[in-house]
C-alpha cells in the first residue's frame, strides 16, 4: 500500500514571500500521479497542481511550482508571492497509474499542512 | 467546466435513521466516483470506489452494509448511511473523474451530524 507523508503540520509566511510544503511518499510502483490539493475554510477540495511520475519536468501552474524527486520520493510545493488567499489545508495525494478499478483508483492523502499567510 | 455537486450540505439526524447523499457531476459523464470521508482537522479517507452500472469497491473496514453506494448513471452517485449512529458523524465528500480527463474533481462535501 502507498502511503503519503506531510512532515509539516503547519507553516506560516509573509505575504508575498515564498514558501516550501514537504511531501513524501512510499511507494513499489513507477508510474503514478501526484497532486497537491487546497482546501480552504469552506472545505472544497481545490486541485492545485498535478505531476506524472513519468515526467522529468516539473508542473508549473503559475506561482506554484513543485519539485519532483523520483528517486527520492519526494514532491514538495513551492508557492510564490504568497497571498492571503492562498491560506489553507494543503494536501498531498497520490494515485496509480493504472486503471485497475476499485481503490486502486483512489486518492492516498498525506495529513495535511495548513498554511499561515501574515498580512 | 468540471463541476460536482453534493446535496445536502448540511444534515442532522437522529440515530438509528438513515441518511442520502447525492453527488452529482454536473458537466461531463463520472464514470467513476469516489466516496471520502473527513474527520474533523484530519485527512480525507477513501471509503468506496463506485463504477457507473457495477457494484462499488469498499476500503477495507468500511461496512459495505452501512454505507450503501448507488452509481446509476453516468452523473449520479448515491451514498447512504443506514442506521445511523453518533461515530458516523463527519464530512462526506464526494469525487468524480471522467474517461477521458484523468484528474479527481471534488464535490463541496456533507456535514453529517446523527444525534
Known amino acids: 500500500a502507498q502511503t503519503v507523508t506531510q512532515s509539516q503540520p503547519e507553516m506560516s509566511v509573509q505575504e508575498a514571500e515564498t514558501v516550501t510544503l514537504s511531501c513524501t511518499y512510499d511507494?513499489?510502483?513507477?508510474?503514478?500521479?501526484l497532486f497537491w490539493y487546497k482546501q480552504p475554510p469552506s472545505r472544497q477540495m481545490i486541485l492545485v497542481i498535478r505531476q506524472e511520475a513519468y515526467k522529468q519536468q516539473n508542473a508549473t501552474e503559475n506561482r506554484f511550482s513543485v519539485n519532483f524527486q523520483k528517486a527520492a520520493k519526494s514532491f514538495s510545493l513551492k508557492i510564490s508571492d504568497s497571498q492571503l488567499g492562498d491560506a489553507a489545508m494543503y494536501f498531498c495525494a497520490y494515485r496509480s497509474y493504472t486503471y485497475s478499478g476499485g481503490g486502486a483508483d483512489g486518492l492516498t492523502f498525506g495529513k495535511g499542512t495548513h498554511l499561515i499567510i501574515q498580512p | 467546466g468540471a463541476v460536482v455537486s453534493q446535496h445536502p450540505s448540511r444534515v442532522i439526524c437522529k440515530s438509528g435513521t438513515s441518511v442520502k447523499i447525492e453527488c452529482r457531476s454536473l458537466?461531463?459523464?463520472?464514470?467513476?466516483m469516489f466516496w471520502y470521508r473527513q474527520f474533523p482537522k484530519k485527512s480525507l479517507m477513501l471509503m468506496a470506489t463506485s463504477n457507473e452500472g457495477s457494484k462499488a469497491t469498499y476500503e477495507q473496514g468500511v461496512e459495505k452494509d452501512k454505507f450503501l453506494i448507488n452509481h446509476a448513471s453516468l452523473t449520479l452517485s448515491t451514498l447512504t448511511v443506514t442506521s445511523a449512529h453518533p461515530e458516523d458523524s463527519s464530512f462526506y465528500i464526494c469525487?468524480?473523474?471522467?474517461?477521458?480527463?484523468?484528474?479527481?474533481?471534488f464535490g463541496p462535501g456533507t456535514r453529517l451530524t446523527v444525534l
Open positions: 469525487s468524480a473523474r471522467a474517461r477521458v480527463i484523468d484528474t479527481q474533481y
Open positions: 458537466d461531463f459523464q463520472a464514470t467513476t
Open positions: 511507494t513499489s510502483e513507477s508510474d503514478y500521479y
